[in-house]
Nanobody, 122 residues
Framework: QLVESGGGSVQAGGSLGLSCTASGYSYKQNCMAWFRQAPGREREGVASMDLDGITKIADSVKGRFTISRDNAKNTLVLQMNSLRPDDTAIYYC??????????????????WGQGTQVTVAS
C-alpha cells in the first residue's frame, strides 16, 4: 500500500512537504509519482521519479516543486515551495512496478494512495 502524509493548509507563497511510503510490496517500484486532483478537474501528473533518479516534472510546477526518493526506505517526497492557490488539490502518490518510462499519465500507474489534501489560501 501507499500511504501519504504531510498535507495541510498554507498561505500563498508558503511551503509544504508531502511524503509517501510504500509497504507490503515484495519488489521495488520502478516508477513513483505524485498526481493531484482539484475540485471539478481531472487528476493530473505533478512529478515522477524512477529508481535511477530520473525525474519528470509538470510545467505548472517546474521550478517550485522538487521530487526526491529514498529507495532504501521506499519513500517518495514532494517538496512544494512558492505555493499558489491553484495548487490546491488532493495529492496522490502512485507507483508502477514495471513501467520503463515514468510518464505523468494515469494509465501508467498500478498502485495509488488514498490522497492528502493541500489547501493554499490567497
Amino acid at each position: 500500500q501507499l500511504v501519504e502524509s504531510g498535507g495541510g493548509s498554507v498561505q500563498a507563497g508558503g511551503s509544504l512537504g508531502l511524503s509517501c511510503t510504500a509497504s507490503g510490496y515484495s519488489y521495488k517500484q520502478n516508477c513513483m509519482a505524485w498526481f493531484r486532483q482539484a475540485p471539478g478537474r481531472e487528476r493530473e501528473g505533478v512529478a515522477s521519479m524512477d529508481l535511477d533518479g530520473i525525474t519528470k516534472i509538470a510545467d505548472s510546477v517546474k521550478g517550485r516543486f522538487t521530487i526526491s526518493r529514498d529507495n532504501a526506505k521506499n519513500t517518495l517526497v514532494l517538496q512544494m515551495n512558492s505555493l499558489r492557490p491553484d495548487d490546491t488539490a488532493i495529492y496522490y502518490c502512485a507507483a508502477a512496478p514495471y513501467a520503463r518510462l515514468c510518464v505523468l499519465e494515469l494509465y501508467a500507474y498500478t498502485w495509488w494512495g488514498q490522497g492528502t489534501q493541500v489547501t493554499v489560501a490567497s
